[in-house]
């Protein structure tokens, strides 16, 4: 196995890219702000003397993106990594290693793309893997699809905040399928924000709550009028019915992509452009991996807030994953960059792809 660390170790550092290694103890509130609650539940978790939370590193691309951005050039840098991560995890232990390439501001985001995909095949061929599976979805037209479905802009958040799981999804979409009456507040509360902030401060003084831990009354009165709005926001039914029509759509690229077309054409939705970049992305990763079968899940995200474009995940035969990443356009910016940066990476998960070679 030394040997095929010395092979990964040489393929890290090929074409130019720097072999990083990021601080192991990373400020928490990152992974809640851009990864989600979900991700969140899997941080090993620390509290620092000034009462700041601090996690054990989960994953090697939001340290990279900050030590990135540190820099303030914005040039293109092709960045590489190897080294633990720690997750608490339903099987497995916490702690295990991945390795990848993380490639920002190049100048030709698709082939920034198409040089991931090469990484990972290449790093699976140093572990003799030919044919995985591959699942890939695509963030982009999700978010394309909300912006032209006819529906009030309360809700879009929401959805996009629950894409990528199945069952958060469906209670929504259920929700939205409710008989209007049925899921709409009482909305004869008429006062005005100054108002119910005014209310909600003389309620918790009363009693006894304290006005500056935990919830303020300006955040408890936004919650509630958010509740407003989203109940007096009626979704049409074709809206919904489109989205999960939509959602279902999971097949080899080409039959995926051709179902969307006909489900957009049959509501007058165009989405041409976006469905074109991904039948050419997923051509891409096609040529690379010419024996592996390959699923378009509509429904696909990592839930990963920071994800703009293709996603995808690669998997032994016993389904493990061994491999994931994708586009990343939006991480930097929320991370404190002055402007939009294109980025592209993906990883090895190292020890599953060693037990795999060592069978």
């Known amino acids: 196995m030394f040997e095929k660390r010395e092979q990964l170790l040489a393929l890290l550092s090929s074409s130019g890219a720097e072999l990083v290694n990021p601080a192991t103890l990373l400020p928490a509130s990152d992974y809640f702000d851009l990864a989600g609650e979900e991700f969140g539940r899997h941080l090993l978790l620390t509290e620092g003397a000034d009462g700041v939370k601090y996690c054990l590193r989960p994953d090697f691309t939001l340290p990279i993106a900050r030590q990135y951005i540190k820099s303030a050039s914005y040039s293109p840098a092709s960045l590489s990594y190897l080294g633990p991560v720690f997750r608490q995890r339903a099987d497995g232990p916490s702690e295990f290693e991945q390795a990848g390439l993380e490639l920002i501001a190049q100048e030709n985001a698709d082939a920034a793309l198409y040089q991931v995909f090469d990484f990972v095949r290449e790093g699976l061929e140093v572990f003799a893997i030919e044919s995985p599976s591959i699942r890939i979805g695509c963030v982009a037209l999700f978010e394309e699809l909300l912006e032209k479905l006819d529906m009030p802009d309360v809700w879009k958040p929401r959805l996009r905040r629950r894409f990528g799981s199945s069952t958060a999804m469906e209670n929504l979409l259920q929700r939205l399928s409710m008989p209007q009456n049925s899921i709409q507040q009482s909305i004869s509360f008429k006062k005005t924000r100054e108002q119910l902030i005014e209310q909600i401060t003389q309620t918790m003084l009363d009693d006894g709550l ?90 696909f995200s990592p839930r990963l807030h920071y994800y703009t474009g293709l996603v995808f995940e690669l998997a032994e035969t016993s389904g493990k994953t061994i491999a994931s990443g994708g586009q990343y356009d939006r991480l930097l910016q929320a991370l404190g960059a002055s402007k939009q940066v294109s980025a592209s990476g993906g990883a090895l998960w190292v020890n599953r792809l060693e037990e795999g070679a060592d069978k």
């Open 210 to 299: 304290s006005l500056i831990e935990g919830r303020l009354p300006e955040e408890i009165a936004e919650r509630f009028l958010e509740k407003q709005a989203l109940a007096a926001a009626k979704v049409p039914e074709k809206s919904v019915a489109l989205l999960r029509d939509y959602l279902a759509i999971s097949d080899e690229p080409e039959t995926a992509l051709n179902s969307a077309e006909k489900l957009f054409g049959d509501t007058n939705l165009s989405l041409e452009s976006q469905l074109n970049i991904l039948r050419q992305q997923a051509k891409e990763l096609s040529n690379r991996f010419p024996n592996s079968p390959i699923k378009l899940d509509l429904s």
